[in-house]
């Protein structure tokens, strides 16, 4: 198996655990939703329905009810304790079930289940969101084919996730343990763009943002990954306790970073958009119209 492939398990139980503690030390995913939410001023879009993908506590969801308030939204995750506090903030009772079961008020529906797996109608949705959420994909063609299929003809994707620089502290101050990972893999935007276009999406733009976070110990640093369930989940991770001699060494290779008396945290986050173009038109069985140009003889 791949060393870098995500026990989804882990991320669930990672992040059903951290649901209480994540508004608070979630700065920097409160940072890119505003940004994400700053470039819809510049799209012209009315969507009736709307799936946040990977909500977490369902700010974005939240915003998105306010600035489309016509909309119909699911509220997306594979965490039931973040769609518990998704529900709450929203001032609803009566979240039923468990994976794949859906709640419902009048405009806003709360879905526990898989990006890469999505319980939902095809053509179904006018605008997909996902904030820092696909990261956590095992198969990243899988989630965007998904994306695809239950956006409408013309319906638009915005997603960010991170990129290959994050935590790039953390990885090189762990490393030199044989055959452990310490961090998960992310894609360049390169790689993401021409997934996009496997999956079927038009005219994708995407773009990068470096975002520095900076801590007094290297301690530190691992609590904030925890407080918002950003655990270590992939298969060649540490397992059971770590020892105090693999912390210490961790500490004290972090140090090389510190700058100005504090230690970096670097988080390359990318941006990215692109739409669901329109259907080909179908004759019966499946076969696609083709058309030629009438080439006219010229006149003597």
Known sequence: MDSYHIDKARVRASFGRAARSYDASAILQQQVREEMLSRLDLVKLAPQAILDAGCGTGAASHDL???FASAQVVSLDFALPMLEKTRAAGHH??????IKSLWTSEKHHLLCADIESLPL???SMDLVWSNLAIQWCNDLDA???EFYRVLQPAGLLMFSTFGPDTLKELRAASSGQNGVTSVSRFLDMHDIGDALIR??????VLDVERFTLTYDDAKSVMHDLKSIGANNATHSRARGLLGRGFLEKLAA?????RLAGKLPATFEVVYGHAWRGQDKALFEHGVSPI???TRHKPTE
Do not use: C, D, H, V
């Open 65 to 67: 009810r306010k600035r």
């Open 93 to 98: 009772t009566g979240l039923i079930g468990q």
């Open 121 to 123: 109608a095809s053509r």
């Open 143 to 145: 989630a965007l084919q």
């Open 199 to 204: 999956a079927g999406f038009s005219a994708p």
């Open 253 to 257: 290779n972090y140090e090389q970073f």
């Open 291 to 293: 058309s030629f140009k």
